[in-house]
């Protein structure tokens, strides 16, 4: 037997105890693979569920790349006394450019009659570009103007308001002994009272011709939007019981578009001429030809009447006509003088100042204001003295006979009273303040 030499062993060994160790860890790498994947595979997945909302955006998201729009405030502006809009624009630091471009479109035209007390709000952004403006120019209308890609446009919106009929009835008291006083405790607004007296003017004096026990009723169409009165209240009809003659005046718009007021009949209530050409608190002195006044010795006729009222109560023109004079001497004052076609003439004296654009020459219009009540003259206090002339002769104002104004045509008599038979059932019937008759609509309206 051959003999290997003692090295020779040791390596041979060594080399195996090398080969043994190799072979026992790769057995157990490959049972921990084995494992692993197992127990890998053994675990369950979820399945995957669509959200039914979108998710919020996290600030990583592509889509926070668009700007957000952060508008500043809405501009709330009250336009006071002398507001325009480019006024208005420059106050707030608004672009003018964005006003012209707001001016330029096809209702612009509504923006010209701005008041004070009414509201303009605008939107701009950062920038002070304007990208709404809203104009609420009376209850039922409102412009909105928007910036688009085209600039500027505009559009209208209009609300239709609820339409009733009331009735309101009153009675001259000692506790309310004036038409205001007794139009207030029968429900009515300033206003209706306003349009009262302006109805029957011609025919009463409310200042001197009232008397207790008289008695009106007034048929009102009342216009409200949102159940909020909307300011747009008119007499359709009314009657007024007068020291025991009875006044009544009917609403009716005409084939040529022109409103007034008549009695059933279709005589126009409208007459040449006011028999009272200012708001007084009384008569001073009234018509007398043989008047001697406190200022003089002898008698001196009084040829005319004279109203006392507060200094700068508005004169109104009793009639339409030619101003003949409007100057000023030593007894009258300021004065004015106005010819009413061939036979009729007016005076007004003791004026404070004429109202503007009133010269000689100047036509004016029956209640058109022409002056202001002061004490000029040998006034002693302030007053308007008026006078009523007749082809030259002075007449007594408060009794003169008054020409009327046109009647309905006759060709409008069925129209006429077919539009206003409802309104005369109405005021013969008995009926409490405040009592709605039916419901309308602004369609069928007697008209604006």
Request: hydrophobic residues 35%; glycine residues 8%; positive net charge.
């Amino acid at each position: 037997m051959r003999k290997f030499p003692s090295i020779h062993l040791t390596l041979i060994g060594g080399l195996s105890c090398c080969l043994l160790l190799l072979s026992l860890f790769s057995g157990d790498d490959k049972l921990d693979s084995n494992q692993t994947y197992q127990n890998r595979t053994a675990l369950p997945l979820p399945l995957a569920v669509e959200p039914t909302e979108p998710l919020a955006q996290t600030p990583g998201d592509s889509d926070l790349s668009k700007p957000k729009l952060n508008l500043p405030p809405r501009l709330e502006i009250k336009l006071k006394s002398g507001d325009n809009l480019s006024r208005i624009f420059s106050r707030h630091e608004l672009r003018a450019r964005d006003l012209q471009g707001i001016l330029r479109t096809d209702d612009a035209e509504i923006l010209a009659s701005v008041k004070p007390g009414q509201t303009i709000t605008i939107q701009p952004n950062e920038a002070g570009q304007v990208l709404e403006l809203i104009y609420r120019a009376n209850p039922k209308m409102t412009l909105i103007a928007t910036l688009g890609e085209q600039g500027y446009s505009t559009r209208i919106e209009r609300v239709k308001p609820d339409v009733i009929t009331a009735v309101f009835n009153g009675t001259i008291t000692q506790q309310s002994p004036s038409l205001y006083q007794a139009g207030v405790a029968a429900g009515l607004t300033d206003n209706l009272i306003m349009q009262l007296a302006d109805l029957f003017q011609w025919d009463i004096s409310f200042a001197l011709d009232l008397r207790e026990g008289d008695v009106f009723k007034v048929i009102v169409e009342r216009s409200s939007i949102g159940g909020q009165p909307i300011g747009e209240d008119r007499i359709l009809g009314a009657s007024f019981d007068n020291f025991g003659t009875e006044h009544v005046g009917l609403r009716y718009i005409d084939s040529n578009a022109r409103m007034g007021y008549y009695t059933p009949e279709g005589a126009s209530l409208r007459k040449a001429f006011l028999r009272d050409p200012v708001h007084f608190s009384h008569v001073s002195s009234s018509f007398n030809l043989r008047r001697k006044p406190p200022i003089h010795n002898r008698p001196m006729p009084h040829r005319g009447i004279d109203y006392a009222a507060n200094r700068g109560t508005p004169v109104r023109a009793a009639g339409e006509g030619k101003i003949l004079k409007a100057e000023r001497n030593e007894a009258s004052g300021n004065f004015i003088v106005v010819r009413h076609g061939e036979r009729y003439t007016t005076k007004y004296l003791h004026l404070s100042k004429f109202a503007q654009g009133i010269k000689a020459g100047a036509r004016v219009k029956q209640g058109q204001t022409i002056g202001y009540v002061g004490a000029t003259g040998w006034a002693t206090g302030p007053h308007l003295h008026y006078e009523f002339l007749v082809d030259g002769i002075h007449r007594n104002p408060r009794t003169v006979r008054l020409p009327n104004s046109s009647p309905v045509p006759e060709r409008e008599l069925a129209s006429f009273k077919a539009a206003v038979g409802s309104i005369i059932l109405a005021l013969r019937q008995p009926g409490n303040s405040s009592l709605r008759m039916a419901q309308r609509s602004e369609a069928n309206s007697l008209g604006d």
